[in-house]
């Protein structure tokens, strides 16, 4: 049989067909939270750049001034000659601002997963994870050695039943999204606490989406609810709240140090360039000086969702900038997006294999550099699409 056999995708050429394929869009310019796509000036409410800061003239002017001081990339690995000052500098402020005791940046958010996870499950250890957890975090723990047992979204009970069964001679680690990334929703830490406390588990939260946006500091989920010093192993990324692109391992130094040299995902891929690490450094000076920024962000997310709730639209509960509608159907899901389009709103359609058949929905995602006449637009854009879609009765 041919191994190519199987590279064909139906709903893709249906889409095509149709005339709403609504992937791989061209952006062809980007001035803040407007971009140009086709022609047309669209206000981006899809990307993860909740802090506006991917276009802010600090964080350019950085990257320009480390590009002249140390060139275009490390070409090679932390381990052997891609080790900066900046890295190191980001390492140190970053352990400070997350209150860990040592931190490891890596290339990107999803690599940080596949490096810490897995480095750390041995053939003896159990990750014990949310369905609806990350690609990032699934892949990190197929890398690994270790067992994989899956509980439903935000079900207590069935993790409950799970741990139970754990021998007491397994390593038992719960992995887990802070804020999930699809329905913006927050995993229930309080509840992942008293189970890792009863079964002598280790809790292991990815939060990239939370750094930067939740919590009075701005230092994410934990922090949010105040149970920062409970997260074993805290994941994130540099592409969204930072503006820029890498990812960071923080936690014990023991354990950072045992993932610096053993983690392959780490040991064999090119460090973040020089761009990226001194970018990331004036981000987390803004993150630390302007919660107003946040504060912001916060404010649209909520109005945001109670006008869509009066409007009749069905969301996934929240406070995160994370906004989903639940359309459960893909025709709906790609005749929403079209819509939103038409009235010059960007939006995601969100589909299987990222979310579950069935679960299908328009996931929307708000910046602090929205004016308060984006934040109309969307919503105007957002009610045109729910009748339009059939979604608004
Ligand atoms: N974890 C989560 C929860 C994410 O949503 C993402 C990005 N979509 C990642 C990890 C990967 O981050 P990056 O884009 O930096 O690779």
Redesign the pocket.
């Known amino acids: 049989m041919d191994i190519f056999e199987k590279c064909h995708f139906p709903q893709i050429d249906e889409a095509i067909m149709q005339g709403y394929y609504p992937y791989f869009q061209t952006i062809s310019e980007k001035s803040g939270p407007v971009v140009n796509i086709n022609g047309e000036s669209l206000i981006m409410a899809g990307s ?1 750049d909740y802090l506006g800061l991917s276009t802010d003239t600090r964080l350019i002017e950085a990257a320009k001034d480390a590009t002249s001081r140390f060139g275009t990339t490390c070409s090679g690995s932390r381990l052997l000659n891609g080790t900066l000052s900046l890295h190191e500098e980001l390492e140190e402020k970053l352990a400070s601002f997350l209150k860990k005791e040592k931190v490891l940046v890596v290339t ?6 596949l490096t810490a996870l897995s480095a750390l499950l041995g053939r003896n250890d159990v990750a014990v994870a949310d369905r609806l ?2 690609a ?2 699934v892949d990190g723990i197929r890398l690994g050695h270790g067992k994989y047992r899956r509980y439903r979204h935000h079900d207590d009970q069935e993790c409950e039943t799970i741990l139970s069964k754990i021998e007491p001679s397994n390593g038992i680690l719960l992995v887990s ?1 802070g ?3 699809m329905e913006g929703d927050l995993a229930d830490l309080p509840t992942l606490v008293r189970l890792k406390k009863r079964f002598g588990a280790r809790i292991f939260l ?1 939060d ?2 939370g750094i930067g946006v939740m919590g009075a500091n701005g230092r994410g989920t934990a922090e949010h609810f105040d149970l920062e010093d409970e997260m074993d192993i805290l ?6 709240s930072f503006g820029s ?3 960071f391992i923080a936690g014990p130094a023991s354990v950072i140090d045992y993932l610096k040299h053993t983690a392959t995902p780490f040991i064999f891929s090119a460090s973040m360039t020089p761009a990226a690490a001194a970018s990331i450094l004036q981000a987390l000076r803004i993150i630390q000086q302007e919660p107003e920024r946040r504060h912001r962000l916060l404010g649209y997310a909520q109005k945001v969702r109670k006008e869509l709730k009066k409007l009749g639209l069905l969301l996934y509960e929240g406070l995160t900038p994370i906004i989903a509608i639940q359309t459960n159907d893909d025709d709906i899901t790609f005749s929403y997006w079209k819509h939103t389009l038409t009235k010059g709103v960007f939006v995601n359609p969100v589909v299987s294999p990222a979310v579950p058949k069935g679960k299908q929905l328009i996931r929307m995602c708000l910046m602090a550099t929205h004016t308060e006449e984006h934040i109309e637009q969307i919503l105007n854009a957002c009610e045109y699409a729910g009748k339009m879609s059939g979604l608004i009765k």
């Open positions: 993860n990107t958010g999803y690599s940080a997963n957890n990350h990032s975090l999204d804020v999930f990334s990815d990239a989406h994941t994130g990324t540099f592409s969204k692109l890498g990812g």
